[in-house]
């Protein structure tokens, strides 16, 4: 990937301090941007597990991971076209999972259906991502995201 070196002065400035209304106005767009994506990840790839994998169980341990697994990579693919780093999209992703995890517990020892699991997994997965969000302020606030090389790729 060409990273294009940019000097300060051809960058407009990151405000430092965001009114409140902008600060939550860019989480919100940040947050649907994300979960259209997600939601085009279970769409297209659903349909190429339906071609692939007609068996599938949507409502099992397997297919929710590998829902979040379709939602993951679509989220992923527009994060990074955004300019966010590997570490972030791993994170993230990893916070799609967590839910999913936790709920096979009590799934395998019968306490919640497969429909319970899709249903709770999808729903504390939002929590998940947003506490991910408020931990890595900086990066979802559009203030410039660093590579795993350190360098600065957001676009100015």
Known sequence: MLLIDRTASECAPVP???SRRSTVRH????SLEMLVAMLIGMVVL???QQLVWPSLNYYSAVGVLVIATDMSISMGAWMRL???????IAEMSASMY???LVLLVPYWTGAVSGAELMAWGHVLMLPAMALLMYVRRAEYL???PQHASGEASEIC
Not at 27 to 30: D, I, N
Not at 82 to 88: A, K, L
């Open 98 to 100: 967590a839910p999913f």
């Open 46 to 48: 659903g349909l190429v």
């Open 27 to 30: 989480l919100v767009r940040h």
């Open 142 to 144: 559009g203030q410039a």
């Open 16 to 18: 430092s301090l965001r």
């Open 82 to 88: 955004r300019g966010h780093s590997w570490r972030g």
